[in-house]
């Protein structure tokens, strides 16, 4: 457990000052990017391959939860501009009292019946 801390720590960037302006360099990284010197998982030993499938589980695991959490966050929002709707639409009169308002008694009476005929309304 100590040592999986320690390359978990040596693999993370450090701060070093370069002509007084601070850089991340990544630690133990090389130059140029290239997976020749990376062994492969049937290569290594009982323990490589132990943490390698761990740092896959916690890195799966770690872009699943993000997902569902963006997910998440994004069917809030969605439910909370619905409940907003919801509340404007309860407090606007509907199509009929307006045609009650103007006077227009018999459109009323349609558009209720109508409304009555598709089960909207009782």
Request: aromatic share 4%.
């Amino acid at each position: 457990m100590v040592a999986l801390r320690e390359q978990i720590r040596e693999s993370r960037p450090r701060r070093e000052a370069a002509n007084s302006n601070d850089v991340i360099v990544s630690a133990g990284a090389p130059s140029s990017s290239s997976l020749a010197d990376v062994p492969d998982i049937a290569t290594m030993n009982t323990r490589g391959q132990h943490i390698a499938s761990e740092f896959y589980r916690s890195g799966y695991e770690h872009g699943w939860q993000a997902g569902y959490d963006a997910a998440r966050a994004e069917q809030d929002a969605l439910d909370a501009k619905a409940a907003g709707l919801g509340t404007m639409l309860s407090r606007t009169p509907s199509y009929a009292e307006l045609c009650d308002r103007r006077g227009q008694h018999d459109r009323a009476e349609a558009q209720r019946r109508t409304l009555r005929d598709r089960g909207v309304m009782r």
